[in-house]
């Protein structure tokens, strides 16, 4: 399940994994920055694949789906994200 986010709510992937710590969200990014892009955060949900399947879906072109904080992911024991 996901909601729309209401508004011009603008911030960094990060800023926004922090402020929706037990969601996944979906971003329309203004740039390619790829170590920490910035942009309009647009729906927050629980599932990943629901928001990545509506990412596709819409016309969201640089759209990306990011984790919140307590969903961020490890590789090899280096944690992705701050």
């Given at each position: 399940?996901?909601?729309?986010?209401?508004?011009?709510?603008?911030?960094?992937?990060?800023e926004?994994?922090?402020?929706?710590?037990?969601?996944?969200?979906?971003?329309?990014?203004?740039?390619?920055?790829?170590?920490?892009?910035?942009?309009?955060?647009?729906?927050?949900?629980?599932?990943?694949?629901?928001?990545?399947?509506?990412?596709?879906?819409?016309?969201v072109?640089?759209?990306?789906?990011?984790?919140?904080?307590?969903?961020?992911?490890s590789?090899?024991?280096?944690?992705?994200?701050?």
């Amino acid at each position: 399940m996901y909601t729309r986010v209401e508004g011009d709510l603008r911030m960094s992937c990060n800023e926004a994994s922090d402020r929706y710590p037990d969601s996944y969200i979906l971003i329309q990014r203004d740039n390619r920055d790829m170590f920490d892009p910035a942009g309009v955060v647009l729906y927050v949900g629980d599932d990943f694949n629901e928001l990545f399947s509506l990412q596709v879906n819409l016309p969201v072109p640089l759209g990306i789906v990011v984790e919140g904080a307590t969903h961020r992911r490890s590789l090899g024991g280096v944690v992705i994200g701050t």
